[in-house]
């Protein structure tokens, strides 16, 4: 079956520590998204990218740091630097650019 | 800047109990105007694309239409399983969705 996988389910992070959220698909889709959810919000765009070593900041990029090796693979990175990284983090995917985005189950992580 | 307000915050449905949902929009060009499901603790299960105001799609219960400046999630007869939060999100031709705070919507038997 084609889809998007995120691992693991939940997270729980030290204060000070990085943490690497991973993200895969298998639907051959060109680009893939990171997003955060807080309660009450909307979704919030981190990263993106539209091709293979190739990504852009989203909205809100400071903390996070994203890489794209793999067309299938397009792992997150939550540094100590983000102050506050308690969250749900949704990876999603699609064709390309505006067009519909896929979204794997999402990760909650949890600072201590 | 593209803008989506999605409207009520919250729906309270008795079973059978019709509504809508609404998503307006501002964008400079419209490509296209998304609609999902997403359950709580769970990633946002894709419903529906319109491209153009007058387009309609339906899936069961659903069924979305579109104007030049709204969408429209309409529940016909709604079940408790139809509970969740609807989220709404316009794409003009960047590379980038623009996400509405959705619509919690609670049906009770």
């Known amino acids: 079956d084609g889809g998007i996988t995120q691992s693991p389910k939940y997270l729980f992070r030290k204060e000070g520590q990085n943490v690497t959220l991973s993200c895969e698909q298998n639907l051959n889709h060109d680009a893939m998204y990171w997003y955060r959810q807080d309660p009450g919000q909307g979704l919030r765009l981190i990263y993106y990218?539209?091709?293979?070593?190739?990504?852009q900041k989203g909205d809100i990029a400071e903390g996070y740091s994203v890489s794209r090796e793999k067309k299938e693979s397009f792992p997150l990175t939550v540094t100590s630097a983000q102050k506050n990284p308690t969250a749900f983090y949704l990876c999603a995917s699609s064709l390309g650019g505006g067009y519909e985005q896929f979204f794997g189950p999402g990760t909650r992580l949890t600072v201590l | 800047e593209d803008q989506v307000t999605q409207s009520p915050e919250a729906l309270r449905l008795q079973e059978g109990e019709s509504s809508s949902l609404n998503c307006s929009y501002t964008?400079?060009?419209?490509?296209?105007l998304f609609w999902y499901r997403q359950d709580p603790g769970k990633g946002p299960e894709f419903l529906f694309t319109l491209y153009s105001a007058g387009e309609e799609k339906e899936k069961e219960r659903l069924k979305a239409t579109l104007t030049k400046k709204e969408s429209f999630l309409h529940i016909t007869a709604p079940k408790p399983e139809d509970s969740a939060t609807y989220l709404c999100a316009v794409s003009d031709y960047g590379n980038k969705l623009v996400f509405g705070a959705g619509t919690i919507l609670r049906v009770k038997s």
């Open positions: 964008v400079s060009g419209l490509r296209g």
């Open positions: 990218s539209q091709i293979v070593n190739d990504f």
